[in-house]
């Protein structure tokens, strides 16, 4: 079994195609972030995503996850955008799961609207097999659970939100998952399996401190200590542009994937799932190709 883990990819597409009753204050803050170089950093992310999935198809990827931030802005228009850049991933070979990340949720009108569902529900689906597991989701489709084969489980937590301030971007995994996440990580089937938890937010920096509390998980804490059950496997992550590893004492290990289409730091992480265990190499971009590291 092998697994493609990419994050943050945030198509934009202009201040063109952002309705005039969606200019709020959030929106304007972030467009004058793009204006002030933000988005130089990310371009020609369908042509990207394109070279991508022709890499995970090469390398007989069969389960994809994308850990949030499809999108700039969160308009109707780059949702469009971006699942039309994203159907080689969920309409291909490929066995999809996407999150949503804050940039994905970024105004209260945007959750409104449902565009992550509407754009992106498909790879918003629990599928258990033959796990009996306590009650999967308890938080809409919070916490979601596909299991992979004897090998496999990956479990996915929302923790983007929409932030009023222009200058907060900060998550937080509710209770109400959090409590579910902890009932199904004791079950003990999952002990024999590789179990990978995906949330957006990224519970510690490469050095191994927490983010800041405008920018980071709030409740980074008690997450690490639910996922501290994870006998074999890890968190999986984005939100920080950078891709790493990192594992402090008595935690599962955390593989930020960073963004796959930040020119110059692009990453992703690949891993290989077998007999109860796994490998992970990471991805790069070099010379205008995705290749992977050796093992």
């Not at 308009?75 to 955008?81: C, I, K, L």
């Not at 593989?255 to 796959?260: H, K, L, N, P, T």
């Amino acid at each position: 079994m092998r697994v493609l883990h990419f994050s943050d990819v945030h198509l934009a597409l202009g201040l063109g195609n952002i309705p005039l009753v969606e200019w709020t204050v959030k929106r304007m803050a972030g467009v004058a972030n793009l204006l002030r170089g933000r988005g130089r950093h990310f371009e020609d992310v369908p042509g990207r995503l394109e070279q991508l999935a022709a890499l995970a198809t090469v390398e007989g990827v069969d389960v994809v996850v994308f850990t949030g931030d499809m999108t700039a802005l969160g308009t109707e228009a780059e949702f469009a955008a971006a699942r039309a850049a994203f159907a080689p991933f969920m309409e291909g070979p490929f066995q999809f799961i996407g999150l949503p990340g804050n940039h994905d949720l970024y105004t209260a009108g945007t959750v409104k609207r449902r565009r992550f569902m509407r754009h992106f529900g498909e790879g918003v689906v629990s599928d258990p097999g033959d796990l009996e597991l306590p009650g999967v989701a308890s938080d809409g489709p919070w916490p979601l659970v596909r299991a992979f084969g004897p090998d496999l489980v990956v479990v996915a937590v929302n923790s983007a939100r929409p932030n009023r301030a222009p200058w907060v971007s900060s998550g937080r995994i509710p209770p109400r998952q959090l409590g579910t996440l902890h009932r199904i990580l004791a079950t003990p089937v999952l002990r024999e399996r590789v179990v990978l938890v995906a949330t957006h937010y990224a519970p510690r920096l490469p050095d191994g401190r927490p983010d800041s509390r405008h920018h980071g998980l709030e409740n980074a804490t008690d997450f690490l200590a639910e996922c501290s059950a994870i006998r074999t496997g890890g968190i999986l992550c984005g939100h920080i542009h950078h891709t790493y590893r990192v594992r402090m004492p008595g935690e599962a290990e955390i593989f930020c994937a960073g963004s796959a289409t930040f020119s110059g730091r692009e990453g992703f992480w690949l891993f290989d799932i077998q007999d109860g265990g796994f490998k992970v190499r990471k991805g790069l971009r070099r010379n205008g190709a995705y290749t992977v590291e050796s093992a």
